[in-house]
């Protein structure tokens, strides 16, 4: 397997708080990497480091090749537009646009017209469950159905890498659990890298693999024989 | 909980006399079932003919405590395999992953590096339940659910146990 995204050696403070300090990790193309550790330890961080959203202080962020650390703003911009997908906890959808807008926008933002957008992710709605939900807005739209609109964007345009930030955490398990199948079954089919940020271990058990953050740094456990 | 090698963990920490480990034993893992004097006795003999501690002196009268044990290399080879190997991750192991965090920090051992090991054969056992969940029919998925939620109890007491080593390794080691 070859790696897609790597950090080495991140460093990163938000003013006089270190939040990493020499963070390293890598993930093969088409793998499932959950990032586990106690809240603060770093884990959003490390995440936004690697999509490009921070800039580290220190250390390099390696994207299929690319030393993404080094990019300007507006590089880093449209590398997340065009090849990174992102699902968060809350609060992602935009309230006046309809629930299939709303999976279509990171194909409008990358300048598909909307003749071919729409109907591309009104196709998500009945792979996740949703169909008949295309012209609610996310008002209308229980935390679980909001959650799997907001999945279906982060996949609509087949990124390379999708970054999820506890996607399931403002979910019940069972319903948390079902996003997590859904999105574990979409990534595979599309061979979608995934990067999920949980401290849930049922939820960490979707991912191929985990590492822990601890106070900004990352131990990965000894891979253990199967 | 094994009686053997909680026996030779806490032997390891100095030579003792039968008297003083079940005594031990008693205060931190017997929890209101204390060890009978026939059981440490017995084990002690047994542990003696498999080579894994000898008799360092006796003193003259007669009585079994007069009898003082020391560990070998053998058994204390066996202490570190046993602290160092994670246990399989089953449901209601909590009282060896307790003896062996006790003894770790008794021992002055790394219990937060058991703690890692033994979070990431849980974590891999509760993989491969998510796998049978996710590909099996309901039966299989309520089952493997049981044994998720199980062992992630244990995960949290993992956590809950990590992040309050220090103040354990005060409480057994005066
Ligand atoms: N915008 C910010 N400004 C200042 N400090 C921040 C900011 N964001 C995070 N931090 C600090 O950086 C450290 C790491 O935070 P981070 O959000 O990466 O943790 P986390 O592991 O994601 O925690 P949680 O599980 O609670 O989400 C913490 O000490 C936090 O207080
Ligand atoms: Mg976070």
Request: glycine fraction near 8%.
């Amino acid at each position: 397997m070859s790696v897609v995204i790597e950090a080495r050696d991140v460093e990163f403070s938000f003013g006089q708080t270190p939040a990493l300090r020499g963070a390293s990790v890598s993930v093969d193309a088409g793998e499932i990497l959950a990032i586990m550790g106690p809240s603060g330890s770093g884990k959003s961080t490390l995440l936004h480091c690697l999509a490009g959203i921070l800039v580290p202080d220190s250390g390099e962020i390696i994207f299929d090749g690319a030393r993404v650390h080094a990019m300007t703003e507006t590089q880093r911009s449209s590398l997340r537009r065009d090849r990174f997908g992102f699902v968060f906890q809350f609060g992602q959808l935009v309230p006046e646009l309809t629930a299939v807008e709303n999976v279509a926008l990171p194909l409008l933002l990358s300048g598909v017209h909307r003749k071919q957008a729409l109907p591309k992710a009104s196709a998500w709605f009945a792979r996740l469950g949703l169909d008949g939900l295309e012209q609610r807005r996310s008002g209308e739209l229980s935390g679980g159905q909001a959650q799997r609109v907001a999945l279906a964007r982060g996949l609509v345009a087949e990124p390379q890498v999708l970054f999820a930030d506890e996607p399931t955490g403002a979910l019940d398990s069972l319903t948390g659990e079902e996003v997590m199948d859904l999105l574990v079954g979409a990534a595979r089919e599309q061979g979608t890298t995934v990067i999920l940020v949980t401290h849930e271990a049922r939820i960490a058990a979707y991912a191929d693999r985990e590492v822990m953050v601890r106070d900004g740094r990352v131990n990965a456990p000894d891979r253990i024989a199967s | 909980m094994s009686v053997p090698l909680t026996l030779l963990g806490l032997l390891e920490r100095e030579p003792s006399h039968g008297y003083d480990l079940k005594r031990d034993y008693d205060a931190f893992f017997g929890r209101g079932k204390p060890l009978p004097f026939g059981q440490v006795y017995s084990t002690l003999s047994r542990l003696g003919r498999d080579g894994k501690v000898v008799i360092s002196d006796v003193a003259p009268g007669s009585g079994p405590d007069r009898k003082r044990y020391i560990i070998t290399d053998l058994g204390a080879t066996e202490v570190e395999q046993w602290l160092t190997q994670p246990v399989d991750p089953e449901p209601h192991l909590q009282t060896v992953l307790f003896a062996k965090v006790v003894l770790a920090l008794m021992l002055d051992r790394p219990a937060d590096e058991y703690l890692d090991t033994q979070r990431s054969a849980h974590l891999h056992r509760m993989r491969e339940l998510t796998e049978i969940k996710r590909d099996g029919s309901l039966v299989d998925a309520l089952l493997a659910d049981h044994g998720l939620y199980h062992l992630e109890a244990d995960l949290r007491w993992i956590e809950m146990t990590g992040a309050r080593l220090d103040a354990l390794r005060k409480a057994v080691r005066p």
